[in-house]
Nanobody, 120 residues
Framework: VQLQASGGGLVQPGGSLRLSCLASGSFFSIDDMAWYRQAPGTQRELVASITSGGMTNYADSVRGRFTISRDSTKNTVYLQMNSLKPEDTAVYYC???????????????WGQGTLVTVSS
């Protein structure tokens, strides 16, 4: 099982980016999916999460600017980031709880990270 994140890059303040994360490999089901970020010299923090039923949760710092969504038919989670600020600069990681077979418990998986830089 792998999580492959993409969509990062350099954007000016006020701009937008859309991150994607595809879960691939052999597995039975995906439960919660989430995006975390880590800026240099800081701890990794939760940005947004979404349950299998579509319930969402956001960090206060991004609420109203970022939107998390998922397409279960494509095993993909998205993060639409609008009104980006320099303080949003970080490596963004996707995260998912995945069950490899019906008799397995859910395990946590991480993507490789994608860099988002907000700068003029």
């Amino acid at each position: 099982v792998q999580l492959q994140a993409s969509g990062g890059g350099l954007v000016q303040p006020g701009g937008s980016l859309r991150l994607s994360c595809l879960a691939s490999g052999s597995f039975f089901s995906i439960d919660d999916m989430a995006w975390y970020r880590q800026a240099p010299g800081t701890q990794r923090e939760l940005v947004a999460s979404i349950t299998s039923g579509g319930m969402t949760n956001y960090a206060d710092s991004v609420r109203g600017r970022f939107t998390i969504s998922r397409d279960s038919t494509k095993n993909t989670v998205y993060l639409q980031m609008n009104s980006l600020k320099p303080e949003d600069t970080a490596v963004y990681y996707c995260n998912a709880d995945i069950k490899r077979a019906y008799y397995y418990a859910y395990s946590e998986y991480w993507g490789q990270g994608t860099l988002v830089t907000v700068s003029s």
